[in-house]
T-cell receptor, first 113, second 117 residues
Framework: GESVGLHLPTLSVQEGDNSIINCAYS??????FIWYKQESGKGPQFIID?????DKRQGQRVTVLLNKTVKHLSLQIAATQPGDSAVYFC????????????FGPGTSLSVIP | DTGVSQDPRHKITKRGQNVTFRCDPI?????LYWYRQTLGQGPEFLTY????????KSRLLSDRFSAERPKGSFSTLEIQRTEQGDSAMYLC???????????????FGPGTRLTVL
């Protein structure tokens, strides 16, 4: 039958717990790595970014970790709230074009009250 | 609301028809981007402008697609002779580029959902 779309990886967490969303990237020449949050019916919303010369960056309730050795990016959300329920995308920008944001596959986060 | 706005929010058309979407960026932003997002996927870059100049186009942007930003403010994306495969969410984003060589945060609009019957 015809596919109507890929099934997103999903993550369910209890309200108040910490969430960790993982992402693998392929381009070792990327310079910025970005996490976006997309709620239903809305465009992606910037959460946090990290440059390739860093391995950790913290924001308000969020931490991004970058492991260039294994090309892995993660987003940690502390004390997850119902409002955090959304699809989360990791993205990268090549050094040759910082404006061309390349999005990875999303992860659907569901917060259980 | 001073964010990025897009019009229309939804468009249903028949195969073979032409459609045009509009994007109004955040007023002081000089860069404007178009992306396409299909169900279950992340957005895919299509093209971007600095002021009225189109600086980069993706190979995804076939000859049936054309984007303009004539006065360096709002932008239009036109799809000619639509095909069912064009059904997607078309997202616009804008950013303020200050001349530095780095990533500048892109602010996204709510998108225009196109359905081609």
């Amino acid at each position: 039958g015809e596919s109507v779309g890929l099934h997103l990886p999903t993550l369910s967490v209890q309200e108040g717990d910490n969430s960790i969303i993982n992402c693998a990237y392929s381009n070792s020449a990327s310079d910025y790595f970005i996490w976006y949050k997309q709620e239903s019916g809305k465009g992606p919303q910037f959460i946090i970014d990290i440059r390739s010369n860093m391995d950790k960056r913290q924001g308000q309730r969020v931490t991004v970790l970058l492991n260039k050795t294994v090309k892995h990016l993660s987003l940690q959300i502390a004390a997850t709230q119902p409002g955090d329920s959304a699809v989360y995308f990791c993205a990268e920008t090549p050094k040759t074009s910082y404006d061309k944001v390349i999005f990875g596959p999303g992860t659907s986060l569901s917060v259980i009250p | 609301d001073t964010g990025v706005s897009q019009d229309p929010r939804h468009k249903i058309t028949k195969r073979g028809q032409n459609v045009t979407f509009r994007c109004d960026p955040i007023s002081e932003h000089n860069r404007l981007y178009w992306y396409r997002q299909t169900l279950g996927q992340g957005p895919e870059f299509l093209t971007y402008f600095q002021n009225e100049a189109q600086l980069e186009k993706s190979r995804l942007l076939s000859d049936r697609f054309s984007a303009e930003r004539p006065k360096g403010s709002f932008s239009t994306l036109e799809i000619q002779r639509t095909e069912q495969g064009d059904s997607a969410m078309y997202l616009c984003a804008s950013s303020l580029w200050a001349g530095d060589v780095s990533y500048n945060e892109q602010f996204f609009g709510p998108g225009t959902r196109l359905t081609v019957l």
